[in-house]
């Protein structure tokens, strides 16, 4: 696309190919270094373009086909994923889903975790009747059941760690299993981020963010994001938006991307943060379960306990005493909030059962929590004086 002469060209991707995904959040989607040039893109409120005679390829007429905005965001996030065809943003995490799904032929087959985001199930349960989808939902810590799952599909979700019940995918086994059955495979990727796993680089065809929780990072954007690995797909996720009109505002996008330059740094000091609640909520006299990829999960399953380089930012707790003492948990905190979305800076807890529409698999007791990056003491003594007035 031509770009406004006032903002130089961004570097392109292969150029910072050598750097550390932790560089890359922070100089991905800059301007050039032109002497006198701002160091931040700026933020282009126009829904429209100057233009007049025959449209010129790649000319900007209106904004729902793309903004200058939306590319600097696109860029960074394409070079912390390693995604060559770029990246394409938008206007909710569940608007890049429906791209993806929307590849699914009329009565084709969708290989999918049985614990996933329920707004993910929900909308593939409504394909389901609208359009004669075969929705197979499996175990996507067992292999063998995913393999044999994978037989005529079209199309293999994967979430890894799952929502909420963190179960690890042996991802690069999966891939290797769907390609052997020409079947796509997509990975919403939101809870590990770039930092702990990329996915492409275990073969993945395409991958998905909901934006608005680790990539934006400050809980006050709704975005989603979606990479194809091939120009094929990257072409359908473009096309869908702009027909669709799943598109982002330009000053959310400008939002997630300046959250995108602290990526590193919140992920860090989150999952170190995790870790440690996770250790002491294990020994804990008034919790009966607690999940976290840093834990031996289900026996048969601990050859995939781990993530790359992390184990990511979020727990599955299960306090003694049932969902009314879960429930008493969550009303007697006083840092955590309250809340049910994940990945900011503040750390979250809610019972996920509390959905009607959430997976009947998961336990009525779970709580689901988002650690952030407040103290990690501050956050165990208020979760530990919780846990404790619960069971009074």
Do not use: C
């Not at 996920?352 to 529409?357: E, H, Q």
């Amino acid at each position: 696309m031509t770009t406004h002469d006032a903002t130089p060209d961004p570097a392109p991707v292969d150029a910072a190919a050598a750097l550390s995904p932790a560089t890359l959040a922070v100089v991905a989607g800059r301007p050039a270094p032109v002497q006198g040039a701002p160091v931040n893109p700026p933020v282009v409120l126009s829904s429209t373009y100057v233009s007049q005679g025959p449209p010129v390829p790649g000319e900007r007429l209106y904004a729902r086909m793309g903004t200058e905005t939306w590319e600097p965001f696109e860029e960074a996030v394409a070079a912390l994923e390693g995604g060559r065809h770029g990246a394409t943003v938008f206007g909710s995490g569940m608007a890049a889903v429906a791209a993806v799904l929307a590849l699914v032929p009329l009565g084709g087959a969708v290989v999918v975790p049985r614990h996933a985001y329920q707004a993910t199930l929900g909308l593939l349960d409504q394909l389901a009747i609208e359009r004669g989808l075969d929705v197979r939902r499996v175990d996507v810590a067992d292999t063998d059941e995913v393999t044999r799952a994978l037989d005529d599909a079209d199309l293999l979700w994967v979430e890894t760690p799952t929502n909420p019940m963190l179960e690890v995918a042996d991802l690069p086994a999966l891939v290797e299993a769907a390609h052997s059955r020409h079947v796509l495979v997509a990975v919403d990727s939101t809870f590990a981020t770039p930092l702990v796993q990329r996915p492409f680089e275990h073969g993945a065809d395409i991958v998905v963010h909901s934006a608005t929780k680790y990539l934006a990072g400050h809980s006050d954007v709704v975005l989603g994001i979606a990479l194809g690995a091939s120009e094929h797909l990257t072409d359908h996720l473009r096309a869908y938006r702009t027909s669709h009109g799943a598109i982002a505002g330009p000053f959310e996008v400008w939002l997630a991307l300046r959250g995108l330059r602290t990526l590193a740094l919140r992920v860090e000091r989150a999952q170190a943060n995790a870790a440690v609640l996770a250790a002491r909520l294990a020994a804990h006299p008034d919790v009966v379960e607690v999940r976290h990829p840093s834990l031996p999960q289900d026996p048969g399953h601990g050859r995939a306990a781990r993530l790359m380089d992390g184990f990511g930012a979020i727990l599955g707790v299960r306090p003694r005493g049932g969902a009314d003492a879960a429930d008493a948990v969550v009303a007697r905190v006083a840092l955590w909030t309250p809340a049910t979305s994940l990945g900011g800076v503040e750390s979250t807890l809610e019972r996920r059962r509390r959905f009607g529409t959430e997976s009947v698999t998961v336990p009525e007791d779970l709580l689901r929590l988002s650690v952030g990056v407040e103290d990690v003491e501050d956050l165990w003594a208020d979760l530990d004086r919780a846990l404790r007035a619960a069971q009074g």
